[in-house]
């Protein structure tokens, strides 16, 4: 895939401009349960898990295209068994929510492989449990979807790599050549090229990169600085499975971030006998780390979330609950708190299901998606195609390391009314690729003129990662 050249300059200009203090809001509507994470959906709603850990909820902008003001709605609850938390999540080229695994089931160690496929339309969970005998335990394993769209998960314990495939609901494993250490605990940051990064956890300070078209793991260098917390958080050996076999958590580390500019940021729990965490920023070009930015003395990003911003700022959580702003340079601490984070098309970002974060600062026109091939007309409940560029964005959005992860490099599809000003989502669905900077590559998608849109005269933008396209004309009918 081609990336999005820029010239240094303008990425100097844009990616290191400095912070100015950005605003937390509450939602006028809380979420009913709370939320232990959220996931938004190609249609503009998003889905948040409850604390009951077993029903869902889903929050729709208002007519204004508002979240602040969005109201909320119970939609299907998980398939009787399955009460996860810190699973592997993500949102489908077809649209659908699958979430794998689980650190706990209801509650209790469980390393669970239990697996839920949520259809939007039909409001319905199915299982796509992988067999016991090919994948046994994915629990909080690492996930990531493929430009492809294959949703790829790991083995908690083990080096091994697993696909699942939507359109056929069947699962595959697939190489995995040359891994420094066994999956637990490490997060994985999609690149443009489709191989994704990782920060080694029991093989710290060392990280390395994953080639799906050859199935084996490269040497991307030390992150210079140790970006790992203390070995065995919980103090003891965790037994799990049937032969109660022992697992020693070999720590922690925070989430990686792609940034517009290539480079990837990643965030870091205090090393043992360390009082802050550190930063590292890693260039694919040179296959090399530079030291970031340090947390302030008492802080660091022990397991916690990051996303990225329009502007190409990232903010990030640290384990104290603070916010702060990465803007290539300083990471400033921010008002508010937070703990998981999903970027929404307006451009804020959700925190905890409750409030959004409004940051200060724009992007750069050249990331925006751009629109070729669109209709002119369009009628209530009728499905077209969509084609144009950068249809994913400049990054997959939010993660939070090894589970919660909250990606958004998919477009929405926003039209709006020009004699009301009322907005409306598309439902998008079936995209050309699951990418991210993809350049000057034509990519596509389909959208569904939801049947509740006002007729008449409108514009449309497709939306990733908060940031639209120029509008184009069209007429709902």
């Known amino acids: 895939m081609q990336r999005l050249a820029l010239t240094a300059a303008a990425c100097l200009a844009i990616l290191s401009a400095p912070v100015s203090a950005g605003t937390v809001k509450q939602l006028v509507h809380q979420p009913p349960e709370g939320a232990i994470f959220t996931m938004l959906m190609t249609d503009g709603t998003v889905m948040a898990n409850g604390y009951s850990q077993t029903n869902w909820w889903k929050l729709t902008p208002d007519n204004k295209g508002s979240y602040i003001n969005g109201t909320w709605k119970q939609v ?134 994953y080639i799906p078209g050859t199935g084996s ?20 050996c965790i037994p799990y499975g049937p032969k109660n076999k022992c697992y020693d958590p070999p720590g922690e580390t925070g989430a990686s971030i792609l940034r517009p500019d290539g480079t990837v940021f990643a965030t870091g729990a205090a090393p043992d006998g360390d009082n802050r965490g550190h930063t590292s920023i890693y260039d694919p070009k040179s296959n090399t780390w530079t030291p970031g930015p340090d947390f302030p003395v008492g802080d660091d990003a022990f397991d916690t979330a990051s996303t990225i911003l329009p502007s190409g700022n990232v903010l990030v959580v640290g384990s104290s609950g603070s916010l702060y702003e990465f803007d290539g340079k300083n990471l400033t601490k ?76 998919y477009p929405l599809v926003r039209i709006t009314n020009n004699s009301t000003g009322h907005v409306f989502y598309a439902r998008t669905h079936d995209h050309s690729t699951m990418g991210v900077q993809t350049g000057s ?35 709902v009918h």
């Open 217 to 236: 793991w490269v040497d991307a260098g030390s992150t210079v600085v140790d970006l790992r917390g203390p070995q065995n958080c919980c103090g003891r």
């Open 76 to 209: 299907a609850s998980f398939q009787p068994g399955f009460a996860p938390d810190a699973s592997a999540e993500s949102v489908l080229a077809d649209g659908k929510l699958i979430v794998a695994g689980g650190e706990y089931n209801f509650g209790n160690f469980a390393f669970t492989n239990i697996t839920q496929l949520y259809d939007p339309v039909k409001d319905k969970w199915t299982d796509v449990t992988p067999s016991s005998k090919l994948l046994p335990f994915i629990g909080d394993s690492p996930s990531n979807v493929l430009p492809d769209g294959r949703f790829l998960v790991a083995e908690k314990f083990k080096t091994k790599l697993f696909a699942f495939d939507d359109k056929t609901l069947t699962w595959t494993a697939l190489k995995s050549k040359n891994k420094h250490d066994f999956n637990a605990e490490e997060g994985w940051a999609l690149l443009p090229d489709g191989s994704f990064l990782i920060v080694d956890v029991k093989a710290h300070p060392q990280s390395e990169r």
């Open 334 to 409: 921010q008002s508010g708190g937070g703990g998981s984070l999903t970027v929404l098309p307006t451009g804020e970002v959700l925190i905890n299901g409750s409030a959004v974060y409004q940051a200060t600062g724009t992007y750069n026109q050249a990331w925006a998606p751009t629109v070729s091939s669109s209709p002119s007309t369009v009628t209530r409940g009728q499905t077209y195609p969509i084609s144009g560029t950068q249809f994913n964005g400049m990054s997959q959005g939010a993660s939070f390391g090894d589970e919660f992860d909250s990606h958004t490099n």
């Open 441 to 475: 590559q034509t990519v596509s998608t389909n959208f569904d003129v939801p049947s509740g849109a006002e007729t008449g005269a409108s514009k449309l933008e497709v939306v990733a990662n908060g940031i639209p396209s120029k509008p184009v004309n069209v007429t």
